[in-house]
């Protein structure tokens, strides 16, 4: 079962991915930017939750 950490994870990654995409077709460096950062934190959070659940397991 998944952990709720991956859950959030994969969304900000997702959103960060979307947000990086709208900064690129405006033009927008530091809505850019803010996307990536967001998709970095979602991988972190992403990868706590993996953890979590190898632990259960």
């Known amino acids: 079962m998944a952990d709720k ?19 690129k077709m405006t033009g927008n ?3 850019q930017a803010e996307g990536k950062a967001d998709q970095l934190e ?3 959070q992403k990868t706590v939750g993996d953890v979590k ?5």
């Open 5 to 23: 950490d991956q859950f959030k994870g994969a969304a900000k990654e997702t959103g960060g991915n979307i947000k990086e995409g709208i900064g």
């Open 53 to 57: 659940d190898a632990f259960k397991n």
């Open 42 to 44: 979602g991988k972190v």
């Open 29 to 31: 460096e530091k809505l």
